[in-house]
């Protein structure tokens, strides 16, 4: 397979290569096939993708994540879902229930690769666009008005890599084209942005982070409207895993990623 991916959406091989080595453990937290015939089908070396606490990292926003999209959808069992800066996660296979409506939507360089790696799947859609622009929009508004469903937006590695100007695009372009809904978006802190260069596997891209905020209250602020319901630290999650991790979490307590949860 041609890979042939921009800087910021060459870091999605992070995740991919942490869930094909988590899935190939006897006792996986996170099983992901898919991530497995992708590594195996590009034939990277994944040392570099995959370090301890970037793996560590991963399982738990995705352990999180998993759980927080299944307690949406259970109370909305018909939802629309847009996972935007979708990458090659593969989060519909383990979440869906049968009735729910989900879009990918990245970038053309990776919606053309992700169109190579996923084969088609009823109610799934890939939409090749940027989060920055409004040109996606009517396609899940359609699917939307003809569910009569509520919709939830994933935003996992995605802030990060926007400034504070674009995130605040973003939310416009949420709040203006949709008049209710959801975000669970990632955050990363300032200090993170200015030691970027000591990540354990985002330094082994060229990609960089463009923004940090210390509480999810910073991101709501940018957007009238968008209201701020809680965040939980991705320390929640590893700290149940090794002694490395409890320890990190009490000593550098915000210095993790977090989700946060938005809704308008």
Not at 56 to 62: K, L, P, Q, S
Not at 248 to 262: E, H, I, Q, S, Y
Request: include cysteine; charged fraction near 30%.
């Amino acid at each position: 397979m041609n890979l042939n991916l921009g800087d910021v959406q060459k870091t999605a091989l992070i995740p991919v290569a942490i869930k094909a080595n988590e899935t190939l453990r006897k006792k996986p937290r996170v099983r992901d096939e898919v991530a497995v015939e992708i590594i195996k089908e590009l034939g990277i070396n994944t040392e570099q993708y995959d370090k301890f606490m970037s793996h560590e990292g991963v399982i738990a926003r995705t352990v999180m994540l998993d759980r927080m999209v299944q307690l949406f959808i259970e109370k909305n069992p018909s939802c629309v879902i847009v996972n935007m800066g979708a990458g090659f996660d593969n989060r519909f296979s383990r979440v869906d229930n049968g009735k729910i409506f989900w879009f990918d939507l990245d970038l053309p360089d990776s919606i053309e690769l992700r169109k190579k790696v996923f084969p088609e799947r009823k109610r799934v859609e890939m939409i090749s666009g940027s989060v920055l622009e409004s040109t996606w929009c009517p396609l899940v508004l359609k699917e939307i008005k003809k569910r009569d469903a509520q919709v939830l937006f994933l935003a996992e590695g995605l802030f990060m890599y926007l400034t504070i100007k674009e995130i605040a695009q973003l939310l416009s372009i949420l709040k203006q084209n949709f008049k209710c809904g959801t975000l669970i978006a990632e955050q990363n802190n300032p200090l993170m942005v200015e030691k970027q260069n000591l990540h354990d596997t985002v330094k082994n891209t060229k990609a960089v982070f463009k923004s940090g905020t210390w509480s999810g209250k910073e991101i709501a602020d940018l957007c009238e409207g968008i209201n701020f319901v809680e965040e939980h630290s991705f320390n929640e999650e590893m700290k149940k895993y090794s002694f490395f991790c409890r320890l990190f979490a009490v000593l550098l307590p915000k210095m993790n990623d977090r989700w946060a949860t938005f809704q308008w």
